[in-house]
Nanobody, 122 residues
Framework: EVQLVESGGGLVQAGGSLRLSCAASGFTFDDYAIGWFRQAPGKEREGVSCISSSDALDADSVKGRFSISSDNAKNTVYLQMNSLKPEDTAIYYC?????????????????WGKGTLVTVSS
């Protein structure tokens, strides 16, 4: 059974940092692109960052503030979020695609986690 389990969300003040984790199981981790997406209240879901063995993507809104990394030994992807802003408040989802980040974010990801809430107070 494929599982993607997010953790690390919480409440933080503007300017603070959080690190999200996505623990994956049930598929060959090295063969998949793993991405972070977020959905704020009343807004559409948007891609944040993605990493695979062949490419990586970051949304313009998080470049220079967020950093995605992967620990293949632990089947875990991290999203380090620094200089957080109130507009970063959202539910953050981890998702996996059996292709590249570019194709996965365009055509759709194969598996999704349940999400973790990040709230940034001003």
């Amino acid at each position: 059974e494929v599982q993607l389990v997010e953790s690390g969300g919480g409440l933080v003040q503007a300017g603070g940092s959080l690190r999200l984790s996505c623990a994956a199981s049930g598929f060959t981790f090295d063969d998949y692109a793993i991405g972070w997406f977020r959905q704020a209240p009343g807004k559409e879901r948007e891609g944040v960052s993605c990493i695979s063995s062949s490419d990586a993507l970051d949304a313009d809104s998080v470049k220079g503030r967020f950093s995605i990394s992967s620990d293949n030994a632990k089947n875990t992807v991290y999203l380090q979020m620094n200089s957080l802003k109130p507009e970063d408040t959202a539910i953050y989802y981890c998702a996996a695609s059996g292709t590249t980040c570019e194709r996965g974010t365009y055509y759709g990801m194969d598996y999704w986690g349940k999400g973790t809430l990040v709230t940034v107070s001003s």
